[in-house]
């Protein structure tokens, strides 16, 4: 493998990646503030600071790790979660919905941000690779985070809003689950269920959806 591509690499996605963690995680906070749980706001996660959601094995370790071990082929990682206590909130069951729709919702509106970003570099003749190839890092790792944080199952935010949204008598099994949620969304990883079934579709299908909102704004500058 190439160490100069290997650093490259890194460098293209350090920023996107800190961002995405950052504000997922700060969005789930400010939600859950919102709707009367202050947990995180007491223990000073309710912040853009990145140091304050980076957790040393699953945000720098274990994506390391997998970059070496599979040449670049399987990334997986993580961020400390924000402390939600779910029986604070005003009405936790609905409330729950809105607060774990909070962090892939961040995503998608900086997948946004960072296709703007990408179209006014092009746009001002901008040629210099490493800005652009950002701006596309940008999109890709918030299409990522967006789309795997609503694979249905507990503890991922897509989980918990099928638990907000099903009745109590299927909302309970499904929750049931979350003890081991974790397992089988690596496994279903690994066996390629999640990114063949579930990941890639949704990525296509949200990008899709960002382009055609965004095409005012390419008429307008190109």
Same mark, same amino acid.
């Given at each position: 493998?190439d160490f100069?591509?290997i650093?490259q %690499?890194?460098?293209l996605?350090?920023?996107?990646?800190l961002?995405? /963690?950052?504000?997922?995680?700060a969005?789930?906070g400010?939600?859950?503030?919102?709707?009367g749980?202050? %947990?995180?706001?007491m223990?000073?996660?309710?912040? !853009?600071?990145?140091? $304050?959601?980076?957790d040393?094995?699953?945000?720098i370790a274990?994506?390391?790790?997998?970059y #070496?071990a599979?040449?670049?082929?399987?990334l997986?990682g993580?961020? $400390?979660?924000?402390? @939600?206590? #779910?029986g604070? +909130?005003?009405?936790p $069951?609905?409330?729950?919905?809105w607060?774990?729709l909070?962090?892939?919702g961040?995503?998608? @509106?900086q997948? @946004?941000?960072? %296709?703007?970003? +990408?179209?006014?570099? @092009?746009?001002?003749?901008?040629?210099e690779?490493?800005?652009?190839d950002?701006?596309?890092?940008?999109?890709l790792?918030? +299409?990522?985070?967006?789309?795997?944080n609503l694979f249905?199952?507990?503890?991922l935010?897509g989980g918990?809003?099928?638990v907000?949204l +099903?009745p109590?008598?299927?909302a309970?099994?499904v929750s049931r689950v979350e003890?081991?949620?974790?397992f /089988?969304v690596m496994? !279903?990883?690994i066996?390629?269920?999640?990114?063949?079934?579930?990941?890639?579709?949704?990525?296509?299908?949200t990008g899709?959806?960002i382009?055609l !909102?965004?095409?005012? !704004?390419?008429?307008?500058?190109?």
């Amino acid at each position: 493998m190439d160490f100069a591509q290997i650093i490259q %690499t890194v460098a293209l996605y350090a920023i996107p990646v800190l961002f995405a /963690i950052t504000v997922h995680e700060a969005a789930h906070g400010y939600a859950a503030r919102h709707f009367g749980d202050n %947990t995180a706001h007491m223990l000073g996660r309710i912040t !853009l600071n990145p140091l $304050k959601h980076i957790d040393p094995v699953g945000t720098i370790a274990m994506p390391l790790l997998l970059y #070496f071990a599979t040449s670049g082929a399987f990334l997986f990682g993580y961020a $400390k979660p924000v402390p @939600v206590n #779910f029986g604070r +909130l005003r009405n936790p $069951k609905g409330d729950m919905v809105w607060v774990a729709l909070a962090g892939p919702g961040a995503n998608l @509106v900086q997948a @946004v941000m960072w %296709t703007v970003g +990408l179209y006014l570099l @092009v746009a001002a003749g901008v040629e210099e690779r490493f800005f652009l190839d950002m701006c596309r890092a940008g999109v890709l790792v918030n +299409l990522v985070m967006f789309a795997f944080n609503l694979f249905p199952l507990p503890p991922l935010d897509g989980g918990r809003i099928l638990v907000g949204l +099903l009745p109590n008598h299927l909302a309970y099994p499904v929750s049931r689950v979350e003890p081991w949620g974790f397992f /089988i969304v690596m496994a !279903l990883v690994i066996t390629g269920v999640v990114g063949n079934l579930w990941l890639r579709p949704l990525m296509m299908l949200t990008g899709g959806a960002i382009e055609l !909102l965004l095409t005012p !704004l390419r008429f307008l500058l190109f």
